[in-house]
Structures are given as C-alpha cells and as structure tokens.
C-alpha cells in the first residue's frame, strides 16, 4: 500500500521560507514523476511545482522563481523549497505521484501552510 507523508509546513511570516518533505512508501518512488499540490479554503487543488524521475522540473507561473522542487531517490523523498512566501500561497500542500493523466493514488494528509503577519 502506497503511503504519503508530508511534513515541514507552519506559520510564517509574508516574505519567509519554508521547506516542505514528503516521504513515500509502498512503492518504487524512482521511477515516478511527483507532483506538489496544494487546496486553498474554497478553491481547487492545483499543481505547483513537477519532478521527473531524472530530475526534469516544472513550476507554475504563481510561484516561479519562489518554489523549488526537488528529490531524493535514495531517501524516497520529495522537497518543495518556498522562498519569498505571500499569503495567497496560504493552503493545505500535498504530494503525489503524477500518472498520464494526473494525480496517481490516494492522498496524504498533507501540511498546513499558512503565510500571515
């Protein structure tokens, strides 16, 4: 059984930085391209940032230049650094394995990140 967990969110200030993991089990992470989403209240989820399995990333427009993806095969990790933090980057973020076409799998419980002064 595939397992998700997503760790490192909080409160921080507009401006400040956080560093958001998502360790993976039950399966061989290597091979996936993996996703970070995230759920504002009331609104979608959305996908912001994309890791292949050989390191190929893409962001979306809302946060390029702020967020960077990463893995760590070794570790069956994914990061998500967040840089410059505003507060409509306020939400519920989220892993996953991204399939042809979309999110692969159940969910995690994701990690509350809240950008507030």
């Known amino acids: 059984q595939v397992q998700l967990v997503e760790s490192g969110g909080g409160l921080v200030q507009p401006g400040g930085s956080l560093r958001l993991s998502c360790t993976v089990t039950?399966?061989?992470?290597?091979?996936?391209?993996m996703g970070w989403y995230r759920q504002a209240p009331g609104k979608q989820r959305e996908l912001v940032a994309a890791?292949?399995?050989?390191?190929?990333?893409n962001v979306a427009d809302s946060v390029k230049g702020r967020f960077t993806i990463s893995r760590d095969n070794a570790k069956n990790t994914v990061y998500l650094q967040m840089n410059s933090l505003k507060p409509e980057d306020t939400a519920v973020y989220y892993c996953?394995?991204?399939?042809?076409?979309?999110?692969?799998?159940?969910w995690g419980q994701g990690t509350q990140v809240t950008v507030s002064s």
């Open positions: 996953n394995r991204i399939g042809v076409v979309g999110p692969q799998g159940s």
């Open positions: 890791i292949a399995s050989g390191g190929g990333t």
């Open positions: 039950g399966t061989i992470f290597s091979i996936y391209r």
